[in-house]
């Protein structure tokens, strides 16, 4: 995720969790509600990408055997030899081609697909049409006054 203004998010962050009372521990809604609004804004990696070059559909997921969802993003962002450490826990028996859990093809290992604007990944989950809520908070001022 790449935060284009610096300065707004924190101000709707503040505005839901000092004014509204909002935060119950689970900062995700904060944070979609703040994709869902300013989606422009936002970059992300969709694992269930259908239109990636990379997308497979291997049996194990859409990138190969990736591990969970929640982890995907320390895969993309990482480097080449921790990339190549989370293979190996996510495939272990990927080595030993003899192993009945592991099926020698190019769909088990995890691949790297590639970065997609949110307003797009909204807008071919809902509706090509759509269009953001209109945001409420003035962003010009303070929160936590």
């Known amino acids: 995720m790449r935060i284009l ?13 000092f004014k ?4 119950a521990g689970k900062d995700q809604t904060v944070f979609t509600t703040l994709f869902l609004l300013f989606p422009e804004r936002f970059i992300t990696v969709w694992q269930y990408d259908r239109k ?3 997308h497979i559909g291997a ?10 969802t929640w982890w995907y993003y320390q895969f ?6 921790d990339r190549e450490r989370m293979r190996n826990i996510w495939t272990p028996d990927r080595h030993n ?4 859990k592991f099926k020698l093809n190019a769909s088990s290992v995890c691949r790297v697909t590639r970065v997609v604007a949110i307003r797009d990944v909204l807008r071919r989950s809902f509706d090509m049409f ?8 003035d962003i010009t001022r303070s929160q936590r006054s």
Do not use: M
């Open 5 to 17: 203004n610096p300065l707004w998010p924190p101000r709707y962050h503040d505005y839901y969790i």
């Open 20 to 23: 509204r009372g909002k935060f």
């Open 52 to 54: 990636s070059p990379q």
């Open 59 to 68: 049996p194990e997921g859409p990138l190969g055997s990736c591990g969970g």
């Open 76 to 81: 993309f962002v990482s480097g080449r030899i």
């Open 97 to 100: 081609p003899a192993s009945a």
């Open 130 to 137: 759509w269009s953001p809520p209109r945001a409420t908070v």
